[in-house]
């Protein structure tokens, strides 16, 4: 079920106040019921699997609580196995069957193993992780094995953040299903914000920005310098807006309810380092692969050789959870790029910055080292968003061709005349970026403190005009036509 669409205005507004209207005890089931048939709205057999990994894990954790010694790390080994079978078979089969067939033909040989013809379910890969994190913190002594079965099915498939995340740890979310969430109208109304929030990100600004990189990915050598230059300022604006719009909507609606899911995002644009881009970037993925990859392989406390390739692994890892394609891989490859070189040179970068005097210009050089992170990141999105790897070698070597003159013709006789067909007219367009300024507005305004709790505080002559041009915004600027999440492939 898709949180822009009507289908889920109606499913929101009929769980959320019999969720208030039933006795505590009745109201694990009844998430839990909503929760599957949230999920069964997409493809309804694939709730098996989800039932599959569901018994795996709550039986491993049951176990894992009564055994001792190295059984304990083979059932943990054993639940792994469990999941990433899972994901090999749905998600990586046909791309690992094709990469054996294409190192088979150097010896003109063909792969003995058939290609399946499976659909990927969605989000296997956020629900899957959360499971495996249950078992890890279980054998870890960090979390009590679940005994409730229905709480821990509720754990995994809690549907407002089913799909997309954020992925949660057991130490967070399952003591709150016992909690009970009594009717608080500010919580409520907090969250109620939030979802807002989200739908304005994913349908004003993210939605009415897709058709611009969907036409020229769909067929990048059709363009050059300036219409690539837009193509992939708009994914990167674009897949923001829809990714931290979904987490926005998931947490707001969490919320209302009273459970308290992780930040997902803080203003990961406004990042001055790639480093502190992760820190700010699918916050609960990529602390899910710090503890669970990075730190176990040693992290930064090995020998500067081994720290580097342990950062490499940790991406590799991270692009092919995003996807069984090279392009996903050699995106992960790049940040893994990017953080080595920027821990190999910084002596000389700081060098730089006194030399030159950005050190004592500090408001000046925070704004160069925004502007260059956020040009290495949209740069790597070429990879991410690109359909093959020759495709964003074309996008890389062609977005300088005949850029000056487009730039000439745009600032200096103010027309822009790129004789393509973008996806976007000049309405869009200007929506779009009036909607971009007004997010940035509200992102810089949050370095003073939180927005929503300064509108709470307005009397209500400035706090329902507000609700409402929010509102009427999102209905008559908005793109509604059901458009999938990004992530929800994933």
Known sequence: MLFNSLHFLAFFS????????????????????????????????????????????????????QTKGTRRKWLLIASLIANIGVLAVFKYYNFLNESLGGVLTLWEARSPFPMLSILLPIGLSFHTFQAMSYTIEVYRGNQPPERNFLI??????????????????????????????????QRIVD???????????????????????????????QYHGLALALAITAFAIQIYCDFSGYSDIAI???????????????RPYHARTIAEFWRRWHISLSTWFKDYLYIPLGGSRVSVPRWYLNLVIVFVMSGLWHGPNWTYVIWGLLHAFYLIFGLATQPIRDALRRVSGLSARPTLASGLQMFCTFSLVTLAWVFFRANTVGDALYVLTHLTQGLGQDLRNLFLHRRLDLGF??????????????????????????????????????????????????????????????????????
């Open 14 to 65: 009929v769980v959320t106040p019999l969720y208030f209207l039933l006795p505590h005890r009745s109201r694990a089931p009844l998430l839990l019921i909503s929760s599957c048939y949230f999920y069964m709205v997409f493809v309804p057999v694939y709730i098996l699997i989800l039932g599959f990994t569901i018994l795996i894990d709550y039986g491993a954790g049951l176990l894992l609580g």
């Open 152 to 185: 821990y099915s509720l754990y995994v498939m809690f549907y407002p953040q089913l799909v997309a995340g954020p992925i949660e740890r057991p130490q967070n979310l399952l003591h709150q299903f016992r909690e009970k969430h009594e009717f608080d109208y």
């Open 191 to 221: 969250g109620l914000k939030l979802m807002a929030w989200g739908l304005f990100k994913k349908v004003v600004i993210a939605d009415r920005l897709a058709p611009l990189p969907d036409a020229v990915f769909s067929d990048v050598q």
């Open 252 to 266: 707001g609606a969490a919320r209302v309810m009273g459970f308290r899911l992780m930040t997902n995002f803080d």
């Open 421 to 490: 067909n973008l996806g976007l007219d000049r309405t869009d367009l200007l929506i779009a970026v009036a909607a971009v300024a007004v997010m940035e507005f509200v992102h810089w305004a949050q370095y003073r403190g939180s927005v929503t709790r300064w509108v709470s505080q307005k009397p209500a002559y400035i706090r329902w005009p507000l609700y409402y041009a929010a509102v009427f915004t999102i209905l008559f600027l908005g793109v509604h036509g059901d458009r999938q999440f990004i992530y929800f492939q994933f």
